[in-house]
């Protein structure tokens, strides 16, 4: 019990604290979106949680064991044995076993939250379409710093899932995300209208919104998904302000990149 207590002030100091998540994965704590780093990412609908770094920014003693390739966790008076690609968890060389398989990336031993969270005795939902993580427990405390704020109506949303729809109608989540980007970036540019509508509808910058179809067009869910990440703060095309779908000569200089089949620019 005293490990498991020590394993849960660990995730608590861990959310109050100003540590991030991957831009992939959003993460909220009893109903408080957190900033976020690469201290998690998202793989195949599995999100998993550095285990190293997590544990350093809170000052316990990690050691990297290279021929036996194992990341080992002193918390209290327990050694926590996590190796790669495999289930297997040794606790002072008890063998347990966790439910995924962890990984490494980037020299980093990451582990599934699930099984961590399993531990811990947290509430936990996953929302795989956003790549949304929500915790809820009233032990938890939200450092107000950390806590990414959420400044968008219904209308917003409405009208910027619908320029979603019919700017990258057939693309991917990430293709739509962008172009919401561009819309969002927009509003917070002085050099555009300050509100999604007005943006959209700002004289020449989206003829189709001028179209009949336009009028009657109901967003997919796709890009009610996209609108929603881009509102919650992903980036796809950051500070990107244009895009087209060809190349612009007179912007080559602000070139971001190109996203199925549209150039994106500053």
Known sequence: MKTKVMILTLFSILLLSSLAFADEVLVTVNGKLINHDDLFIEENGVVY????????????????????????????????C??????????????FFLKQKTIMRDHRVYVAMEDLIEQLGLTISYNEKLIHVVVTDERITVDPATIRPLNYTPEDLYWLSKIVEIEARGGSVNKKTAVANVVLNRV????FPNTVYDVIYQRGQFPPVYTSRFTTLEPSENSIIAATRALMGVKVAKDCLFFNYIPWASKA????????????YY
């Open 82 to 95: 996590f190796g790669v690609d495999t289930n297997l968890l040794i606790i002072n060389n008890q063998d």
């Open 49 to 80: 949680g550095s285990v190293g770094p997590l544990a350093e920014k809170l000052g316990i003693e990690v050691n990297w064991m290279e021929l036996p390739r194992l990341a080992v966790l002193k918390i209290d008076e327990a050694y926590y």
């Open 188 to 191: 917070a540019s002085p050099r």
């Open 253 to 264: 200089d602000r070139f971001y990149k190109l996203i199925e089949g549209d150039y994106f």
